[in-house]
């Protein structure tokens, strides 16, 4: 990989297979009717675009970029910590990462385990970032958009803990609470947290 330049494939998984008269929904997202996914049809898909993934580590990819999106025929991707741990035994080379599971929409402790399962299982080839959901995914979840910076601070908080300190750990938070967390730590080849804001 070039330290100046990288480049990514990012795949999004779309469900394709949409009705003729689509476009008389006044959207697909959070409230387009789940009667039109043919579950066949999504099959096929997930096979093709996974093989679309392991191609483009054959071709020299230097990563492949995962994101998380819910209730939506854009993306077929509601948990991309499976789709990433289907992948890492498929992928040689290219890093896996999930850009990215909102940590204010789950129990922290737990995502932090789910990452370090995958970067051990990837001989630290994972890089996760941080998104704080869209406006959508704030609509059908219940996620308060008023104090959700905040939630996710303390997310951070409990999952950076879990990484770096000696455990087990305990957490009383104004959102969360853990009394014993003893999280497996990151498997340290190529530790990289990247945080960014949803756009």
Known sequence: MSSTLRFNVMHFMPYTHLPENHKDYKTTWVDFPNKFYDPEK??????????????ADRLGFDAIVLNEHHNTVYG????PNVVAAALIPQVQRARICV???P????????????????????????????????????????????????KF????????????????TKHF????????????RRSGLRR????????
């Open 99 to 101: 850009w990215g599971v």
């Open 103 to 150: 940590p204010n929409f789950m129990l922290p402790n737990r995502l932090a385990e789910e990452y370090a399962i995958l970067d051990v299982m990837s001989k630290g080839r994972l890089e996760i970032a941080f998104p704080l959901g869209t406006g959508m995914e704030y609509w059908s979840n219940p996620v308060n958009p008023a104090t959700a910076r905040e």
């Open 192 to 199: 990289q947290v990247i945080s960014r804001r949803s756009s």
């Open 153 to 168: 601070r303390e997310s951070l908080k409990i999952m950076l803990q879990a990484w770096t300190a000696d455990g087990p």
């Open 173 to 184: 938070g104004k959102f969360y609470t853990s009394r014993i967390s003893r999280a497996v």
């Open 76 to 79: 077929m991707m509601a948990t």
């Open 42 to 55: 999504g099959h096929e898909l997930y096979q093709r675009y996974f093989e679309q993934l392991v191609l």
